[in-house]
């Protein structure tokens, strides 16, 4: 196929991306279920250890294969606009999933957790390098201390630009308030670049 | 080759305590890269015709994709249902593609800053939830 030729007939909706990232066990498929309309799915990648780009099955005998899942769900906008939410594998040598996953999406949004926001560094960082735009939303746990938006980006160092809201995970609105939260600031980037 | 042990249908090539009851590959003939790329994950696809199904001759999961691509869905939607991982997926989708039956709708292009006009309806869409 012609990598960008589209049949495009009416009935096939243009589809669009949101990455939801963050720690292990921080809410991400938690997130994604509460806002999806369709229970979470999961799609998987099989790795051998060779990684990516290995074109023939010669040796693979000799290559242990690794299954990387990732959930997603989908919010139908409209009739001919499609949002699908992918949440992020954990594990820090599947970045490359991550570039397959971060290729045209319209941001992300990194979940954290107060107790232990360490864990979501390794996210902004690579939002951050790829410059693709992303907000922090901190999930609210019950037992965890609360702290205002701007401690949590002062102690994330985040650009003064990059927004920070307080979520749960859980609640369905929360959930799309931080999504708005995180396409209106897109806006703003594109719109600011285009000026 | 001679046919799978199974039929159609997703149940029956997995098995909730075995798992995979078939070795992935074993469903694209040992081919491991979609013969054309540009099969992303949200790249929406619909069969081209619903009523020629029955006469395609291909394997029992090109006959499940092309039934369940009747409703149009994105390749992440038809790996998660038909329990296929997406490097395969991917090669049947290319089998498929070749010949016309199925017919594709790729995201924006990746390249280009996103859109103003698909942001706002993005946040239209969300706002009326």
Redesign the interface.
Known sequence: ?????????A???????ILVAGGFGVGKTTLVGS?SEIKP??????LTERGVG????AGVENKHTT?VA?D?G??T??DD????L?GTPGQDRFWFMWD??A??A?GAVVLADTRRLADCFPSVDYFERRRVPFIVAVNCFDDAVRYAPEEIAGALALGPDVPVVLCDARR?DSG?DA??TL??H??RI??R??V | MTDPPMRSGNSEWFDGAAGRLVRPYALTGGRTRPTREGFDLITIIMTADASSIATAEFGPEHGAILRLACTPQSVAELSAKLSLPLAVLRVLLSDLYAPGWIIVRQPTPMTQTPDERVLKDVINGLKTL
Do not use: H, N, Q
């Not at chain 1, 009935?11 to 991306?17: E, Q, R, S, T, W």
């Open positions: 196929m012609d990598s960008r030729r589209s049949d495009s007939p009935a096939m909706p243009l589809a669009v991306k806002v799915l999961r799609t998987e990648e099989l290995v074109d023939d099955l299954t990732m997603f989908r919010i906008l409209r606009l499609v949002l699908y992918f397959e996953l290729l045209g319209l369905r799309r999504l708005i396409v209106e897109v806006l594109t719109t670049t285009a």
